[in-house]
Structures are given as structure tokens and as C-alpha cells.
T-cell receptor, first 116, second 111 residues
């Protein structure tokens, strides 16, 4: 069973361009989470999605950032008009259908975004 | 969401047992305690989860006192490859939840 896959692993953009980050959850997982991590800092929650629904986007900046998890295909985190402050590692995690215990999240390898 | 407090960093030597304590004074009745490990340039990896008393798996043990206001992750006989950041998380077991990662504890294992 393949783990969580993210692509690209590294992404370089110039200020003002758009960045699209993709996440394919583990097989059978219907919950996807996106996090951002700045150097030497912990992960910051951004958004929690289920298929075709945004459940919690309280960690997403109000502007320029959007996320989706369509019925078919990977989850996409989209950053429009990137700025240098968007440079960070973006991690995606997935978890299975909720069970009786707190969900364990399985993380992908991350996408490292560098804005020039 | 309960806030957690952990030491910023710890040093150890190979073969020693390492105990990392996390404080979570405002833990709620439905909250579980989960620990993750993160190596440089990788995503976090689940280590262990517990609700009360003691939990042990092939990687670590988790000790939780009766009041559940703290927990201790115990790594037996660490090796150089255990050098990583360790995160303590507290969250509900129902509903979708927003996982809050603190700064974590940077463990550095020396030869």
C-alpha cells in the first residue's frame, strides 16, 4: 500500500506566479489535511478536507490560498500570486474513515516551495 | 484544544533511555495524547497514542498519570538514527479534528 504521495517535491516560483501542490492520500483514506512548516518551526494546520468538502479551513489565509479534494483525483493546494513569505514546506496528511479512536494521520514527504 | 508544553531540546548518548515529558494541563475528557517523530526533510511519523496509564509498542512507551495533565514518551536505548523532532499532540476522538503541532522537542543523540 503506497503511502501519501505529494508532488512536486520541490517547486520554485517567482513572486506573483501561482503554485499548485498535489497530494494523493493513501488508498482507502478519505480525509486529507494540509500543513505548512517554516524552517525550525512546528507544523501549522491549514485545512482539513473530505471528498468534495472543506471541513475546517480555519488555518488558511483568507486570500490567495485555496484547497480542494475532488471526487476523483488528488487534493490540490493552490497559492495564487505567491510572495516570498509563502516559502515553506507544505505537508499533506491523510487518515481513514473515522473510527473509535483519534485518527492517526499519515504524512507525505512534503513539497518545498521557494519563492524568488 | 488543549495546549501542550515540551522542552525545546534534549541531548542524549547512544544506548541511553530518553524520556520526553509533555504538559497538557487543559486536556479534555475526550482527548487522546499522540506523539509524532519528524526527521529533517520528511513528514512527521506516528509513534504512539494513548488515553491513560501506559501504552507500549515496538518503538516506544507512553506513560500517562491518573490526572492526565502530562505524559512522558520513553525511548529505550536510543541510537543516532533517533535524532529527530518529537511532537506531543492532544486532541478529541470524535469529529474531524484540527491537529495542533507545537514546536516539538529536538532530540540530539550523540555517539
Amino acid at each position: 500500500n503506497a503511502g501519501v504521495m505529494q508532488n512536486p517535491r520541490h517547486l520554485v516560483r517567482r513572486r506573483g506566479q501561482e503554485a499548485r501542490l498535489r497530494c494523493s492520500p493513501m488508498k482507502g483514506h478519505s480525509h486529507v489535511y494540509w500543513y505548512r512548516q517554516l524552517p525550525e518551526e512546528g507544523l501549522k494546520f491549514m485545512v482539513y478536507l473530505q471528498k468534495e468538502n472543506i471541513i475546517d479551513e480555519s488555518g488558511m489565509p483568507k486570500e490567495r490560498f485555496s484547497a480542494e479534494f475532488p471526487k476523483e483525483g488528488p487534493s490540490i493546494l493552490r497559492i495564487q500570486q505567491v510572495v516570498r513569505g509563502d516559502s515553506a514546506a507544505y505537508f499533506c496528511a491523510s487518515s481513514p474513515v473515522r473510527g473509535p479512536y483519534q485518527e492517526t494521520q499519515y504524512f507525505g514527504p512534503g513539497t518545498r516551495l521557494l519563492v524568488l | 484544544l488543549a495546549k501542550t508544553t515540551q522542552p525545546i531540546s534534549m541531548d542524549s548518548y547512544e544506548g541511553q533511555e530518553v524520556n520526553i515529558t509533555c504538559s497538557h494541563n487543559n486536556i479534555a475528557t475526550n482527548d487522546y495524547i499522540t506523539w509524532y517523530q519528524q526527521f529533517p526533510s520528511q513528514g512527521p511519523r506516528f509513534i504512539i497514542q494513548g488515553y491513560k496509564t501506559k501504552v507500549t509498542n515496538e518503538v516506544a512507551s507512553l506513560f500517562i498519570p491518573a490526572d492526565r495533565k502530562s505524559s512522558t514518551l520513553s525511548l529505550p536505548r536510543v541510537s543516532l538514527s533517533d535524532t529527530a523532532v518529537y511532537y506531543c499532540l492532544v486532541g478529541e476522538n470524535t469529529g474531524g479534528f484540527k491537529t495542533i503541532f507545537g514546536a516539538g522537542t529536538r532530540l540530539f543523540v550523540k555517539a
